[in-house]
């Protein structure tokens, strides 16, 4: 079985304003990616408290930093790339569905973020083939 290609996706580089807290977002999520699923949860969890649920806009143009200003989260790394996203919401109030899921033909495993119950950033025809098995969305 022959791995599957990955396209970078691509999004123009935050103002330069913006790009010391997408660093140090990006940094974040690197260990949190490390976590263990059940901490990693708890951790996000804890985070999404008091959080109003994130708009599509919103979860967008936090997309569009991360991946604008790093080649690393723009490729195959969706555990990062997405912690990354959350938090960078979470920044401003807000907190997208955080979701990992997995797929059975072939067997795959994802993680992504929804606002308003869509995919960010994500192919709509690819991920409807996953199986949700954690979410974490924001908790008042």
Known sequence: MSPKMVALQRAAAPPWRLRPVVLLVIALAWPLARCAPYRLRAVLQ??????????????????????????????????????????????????????????????????????????IGENPDEIIHFFVTMKVSARS
């Open 46 to 119: 804890f985070l999404s408290k008091g959080a109003r649920a994130a708009t599509v806009e919103e979860a967008e143009r936090a997309r569009n930093a991360i991946v604008g200003l790093s080649v690393r989260h723009s490729g195959p790394r969706c555990l990062e790339r997405s912690i990354a996203i959350a938090l960078m919401c979470r920044l401003t109030g807000s907190w997208p569905d955080w979701c990992t899921g997995v797929s059975t033909h072939p067997f795959e495993a994802h993680a992504w973020v929804e606002a308003e119950d869509k995919p």
